[in-house]
């Protein structure tokens, strides 16, 4: 069992960049996928990045794709979501979960979740 942790969201103007890290304790961390989701107001959750338990492959949503850039590192236990060339729309809590998964961008197959970090993007 893993308890994910994010952090590093905050307040960006468009065309900036952020980095959310998601920590994850617990000894199994590196046998799980790593999913990040984004859930803006009114809006329902919608899948952001993903990747697999070894980091070998990832999986993007297209609204990101060429922007964002999710990696991880097992010795510490964290994944990274690099996040440039930020949008407006690109704002929303974004969330970090962790599962054994086949379908990466289908939320209800992560089984572990973080609280989120709350991502602005102003235009």
């Known amino acids: 069992q893993v308890q994910p942790v994010e952090s590093g969201g905050g307040f960006v103007q468009a065309g900036g960049s952020l980095r959310l890290s998601c920590a994850a304790s617990g000894r199994t961390f590196s046998s799980y996928a790593i999913g990040w989701f984004r859930q803006a107001p009114g809006k329902e959750r919608e899948f952001v990045a993903a990747i697999s338990w070894s980091g070998g492959s990832t999986y993007y949503a297209d609204s990101v794709k060429g922007r964002f850039t999710i990696s991880r590192d097992n010795a510490k236990n964290t994944v990274y979501l690099q996040m440039n060339s930020l949008k407006p729309e690109d704002t929303a809590v974004y969330y970090c979960?962790?599962?054994?998964?086949?379908?990466?961008?289908?939320?209800?197959?992560?089984?572990?979740w973080g609280q989120g970090t709350q991502v602005t993007v102003s235009s």
């Open positions: 979960a962790a599962g054994s998964v086949f379908y990466y961008s289908d939320s209800a197959e992560f089984d572990y």
